[in-house]
């Protein structure tokens, strides 16, 4: 199995998300957000091309606003097709546009989108990604997978002998939860 831990460690992208952000908890819906679409614009690329890209997709999308993007229409819809900074991929962009409407319906229903998720969590990855299919649009199983890894919800995002993970299991430990050990 190939880790994260072995080729992260001082790369000059992979480094600061894998030291800083994989794995951690989220609760803000705009980073949750973020995260999801972040996922999806991975679908069939590398990570590596979509941390690249990460700045310019937020500036793109109004620093994943899920108000703002679900707002958008045609004249969006063109401006992100034409913006050679992003990934430019149709299908991705109208399911970030659209699974920012979902999210906001969640978010009314449950408060945000982060309390949804906890309302379904703990639960098998199997669970997840049928949960989300029925939810979201281009979230296959590879997507809904490394998402709940990203915030923390699914094990395996480090080795267990990782700095980073050490640190997790430390902060899960204080917050009283049950950390995704690798």
């Known amino acids: 199995m190939s880790w994260y831990c072995d080729i992260a460690p001082g790369h000059p992208y992979h480094g600061p998300y894998h030291d800083q952000e994989y794995g951690f908890p989220l609760t803000d819906d705009r980073d949750l957000f973020e995260r999801l679409c972040l996922e999806i614009f991975q679908a069939g690329l590398s990570w590596l091309i979509v941390l690249k890209k990460r700045e310019a997709l937020r500036a793109a999308f109004d620093g994943f606003d899920p108000a703002k993007v679900a707002a958008y229409g045609d004249s969006e819809i063109e ?3 034409a ?3 992003i990934i430019r991929n149709r299908r991705k962009i109208l399911a970030v546009i659209g699974n920012a409407g979902r999210l906001l319906q969640l978010a009314a229903g449950y408060g945000s989108f982060a309390a949804w998720l906890e309302a379904h969590h703990p639960r098998p990855k199997d669970d997840w990604v049928k949960l989300f299919r029925r939810t979201f649009a281009f ?6 997978n490394e998402f709940l890894m990203s915030i923390g919800y699914l094990p395996g995002t ?5 700095p980073v993970q050490l640190r997790l299991d430390a902060l899960f430990q ?3 939860g049950a950390s995704p050990s690798g």
């Open 139 to 144: 979230t296959g199983g590879e997507v809904v």
């Open 83 to 85: 913006d050679a900074a």
């Open 158 to 162: 480090h080795r267990p002998d990782c």
């Open 174 to 176: 204080r917050s009283g």
């Open 79 to 81: 401006r992100l097709l």
